[in-house]
């Protein structure tokens, strides 16, 4: 079955410091969606990512979908408290309707 | 708050006891998601709903759960002869129609079951 790997799987940085979470999917994915799920909430939607090779950008956040579909990744420039949380890509295969959300990294900032 | 609305937000039960949960989604939504999902994990993908139609089931779904969405509105998934195995969180997400899973999910904030 399909399985979306990510990692690291928990990180802690500096406030200031940047930030990078990985997403590997074992099979080619139609879109991926990204996450953040803060201490005690809900997932919330950040951004989706359809294209081979597409990148994105929301203020300090970038997004990258990988040239084969298969994986995305995340990155934070100079990291904030507010960030904190974890952070989860969830990949969808063609054909199918289910999203299938990746392990999550948890991301710690210390002020 | 428009948002997804999930009842109740706590639920503690003795091993063997059913349980029903209430997910209202966001009024224009015609899609509706469930997931479990338990400590440290991602959510995990229950059952999805188009309208009233439960169109897929994950393998995660054994005989003892049940979901229905009988008006196209709200949903209700239960789970009969609960097992501590069932103690997670279930979240219910919402969203509107267009390409197949292209579509954000709005997440409701959750029911947190504890069996004991």
Redesign the interface.
Known sequence: GQQVMQIPQYQHVQEGEDFTTYCNSSTTLSNIQWYKQRPGGHPVFLIQLVKSGEVKKQKRLTFQFGEAKKNSSLHITATQTTDVGTYFCAGRRPGANNLFFGTGTRLTVIP | DTGVSQDPRHKITKRGQNVTFRCDPISEHNRL?W?RQTL??????LT?FQNEAQ??K?RLLSDRFSAERPKGSFSTLEIQRTEQGDSAMY?C?SSLEGE???Q???????TRLSIL
């Open positions: 998601y997931y440290g994990q991602g959510p995990e993908f999805y169109l897929e994950s979240l997400a197949q899973g292209k954000p999910q709005h997440f409701g904030d959750g």
